[in-house]
Structures are given as structure tokens and as C-alpha cells.
């Protein structure tokens, strides 16, 4: 498959990224989120990159959770839940950057995917997965999952 271009941010731009929450349900219900190590410092982070061209925000999230951890599924939301604030280690240039991030319930996990080779992938309970990511902002949206869950269940 090959990769649609993707829009570098320009310098005047604020740069900003789009990003899946992965989620699904355990045999007792509870929800479980999909986190995946990063291919550079080799971090917990959730799938997420730069836009897409042609594609909007919330596809351009499911695409990056396809490519990244052979994920597919579909946003419970047209709108972005939050976001979070970080700074890319290989992009200080860049200064920090602002991720949009979309609660995606996951219907099927693949057997292969592009990066399957470069990431390691774990589900997690949504407190443990908070308490796996360095960045702050990120870690309160895990948080608050299982209360956004129990809405799509109900």
C-alpha cells in the first residue's frame, strides 16, 4: 500500500499532529486502551502522526493506528476529545507540538501491519496505560476512558 504524502508543518504553523485512542472491552467489560512504543526512544505513546493529505483529522488517526499497530475500527466521536502538548526529541526546531486525539473502538486487531517490526504493543487498563506515558496531558485523557466507554456501552 502506499503511503498518501503527508503535509510537513511550516514554520509560521503551529505544528499538530493527529492521534487514535484505541479502545475495546475485556470478557468482563471493562475497557482496555492500546498503547505501542515509539520507533525512536522507544517511549509508550498511542498511535498518532502529521496530517495526511485528503484525509481529515479523524481519518488521518485511524490511518496512523493501521500503520502503526495494525489496528482497525472507528471513531466514536466527530470531534477530537483532547489533546496533548509534547516535544518531538528529533524535531526541537519544532518547539512543542499539539496532538488532537479521537477515541477509536477497536473491531479488529491484524496479524500484520507496516510497522509491525519497528513497536511493541500492549493493552492496558486505562489507569496503568496513564501512569505508562510521559506526557502529563496525555496521561489524564487515559484516565478518563472508562467513563467514555461506559457512555458508548449505555
Do not use: C, F, N
Request: hydrophobic share 40%; net charge positive.
Amino acid at each position: 500500500m502506499a503511503k498518501a504524502s503527508r503535509k510537513s508543518p511550516k514554520k509560521s504553523a503551529k505544528p499538530r499532529q493527529y492521534a487514535a485512542i484505541p479502545i475495546r472491552l475485556d470478557r468482563k467489560g471493562r475497557a482496555k486502551v492500546l498503547l505501542l512504543t515509539s520507533r525512536g526512544t522507544r517511549r509508550w505513546v498511542i498511535p498518532k502522526g502529521w496530517a495526511i493529505r485528503k484525509l481529515s483529522p479523524a481519518e488521518t488517526a485511524a490511518r496512523e493506528a493501521y500503520e502503526e499497530a495494525g489496528i482497525k475500527g472507528r471513531m466514536l466521536h466527530r470531534a477530537p476529545i483532547g489533546r496533548y502538548r509534547y516535544r518531538k526529541g528529533d524535531k526541537a526546531k519544532l518547539g512543542r507540538i499539539t496532538v488532537q486525539v479521537y477515541l477509536m473502538w477497536v473491531k479488529r486487531q491484524l496479524s500484520e501491519w507496516p510497522e509491525q517490526s519497528e513497536r511493541k504493543l500492549r493493552w492496558v487498563k486505562p489507569g496503568r496505560a496513564a501512569s505508562m506515558v510521559a506526557e502529563p496531558e496525555l496521561a489524564l485523557l487515559l484516565a478518563r476512558v472508562p467513563k467514555m466507554a461506559r457512555r458508548r456501552a449505555a
